[in-house]
């Protein structure tokens, strides 16, 4: 029987367009959400741009895995001060006073008290490759949450970046319909430059111009399309063409 590499991170196809449609690297976009993934932002009802979209999405692979409470394999020698890191995590997070960001600052010995006492079961290395040159560093927040809920890290990322379509994205605003998607809204800021180094500029080729230039057209012809699965599909087809011909070669 072949072994399941459960390091291996799987880009589904869409986000692979929808990062070539932005001009942004997959590794970026990754390493932006895995450092915007926190406990304190798991117990906190104030919104926080990027880390309240990056925390919910995980909570949301959470929820859809999780059939039955499982307790977590790498907590079982260390329930009573987990019990007592996350009792004070949820003061700070429920507290009424104070910035988030500083808040959120004070949570950081709970969280290394948390990951020096675990054990690792699923996390191997803080370090997850996408492939030989590209390496994501992962927080203390995202390590102690995938062994919390028994998952590894590729389980997250691949599930924030199975939430990824420009296609129905596009479709959705298309038609003026609201687009409940607070993953894909997170990506957008992301692709804007939202925790980025935005300094570097970049040149469009003659081919990256005609594609925006056909793409605002497609949109305009898109008019009379008023279903949404079928404007989507249009667009998906369009997208992926785009990002066969610049891969191709």
Avoid: W
């Avoid at 079982?76 to 009424?96: D, G, H």
């Avoid at 430059?193 to 970049?202: A, C, L, P, Y």
């Amino acid at each position: 029987m072949k072994r399941i590499n459960n390091q291996q991170i799987i880009v589904p196809l869409e986000f692979n367009v929808a990062c070539a449609i932005y001009k942004i690297e997959i590794i970026e976009v990754l390493q932006v959400f895995v450092d915007h993934v926190t406990l304190y932002d798991t117990m906190s009802d104030v919104y926080n741009e990027g880390f309240s979209e990056a925390t919910r999405t995980v909570g949301s692979y959470v929820r859809a895995k999780r059939k039955r409470l499982v307790q977590s394999k790498a907590m079982r020698n260390c329930r009573a001060l987990l019990i007592s890191c996350l009792s004070n995590i949820k003061v700070l997070a429920t507290k009424k006073a104070g910035l988030s960001i500083v808040k959120r600052k004070k949570t950081r010995p709970l969280v290394n008290m948390i990951f020096e006492a675990m054990e690792r079961v699923y996390i191997i290395s803080d370090t997850i490759y996408l492939d030989e040159y590209s390496a994501i560093k992962l927080s203390r927040d995202f390590c102690v949450l995938c062994e919390a809920h028994n998952c590894y890290p590729k389980e997250f990322l691949e599930h924030f970046m199975g939430r990824i379509s420009v296609a129905d994205a596009h479709a959705h605003k298309g038609l003026k319909v609201i687009y409940d998607n607070y993953t894909f809204s997170f990506f957008s800021n992301i692709a804007n430059g939202f925790g980025r180094d935005t300094k570097e500029m970049f040149d469009l080729t003659d081919a990256e111009l005609d594609f925006y230039e056909r793409m605002e057209e497609l949109h305009l012809e898109l008019y009379t399309v008023r279903e949404l699965k079928e404007r989507a599909s249009i667009l998906r087809d369009f997208y992926l063409s785009h990002y066969q011909s610049i891969t191709k070669n």
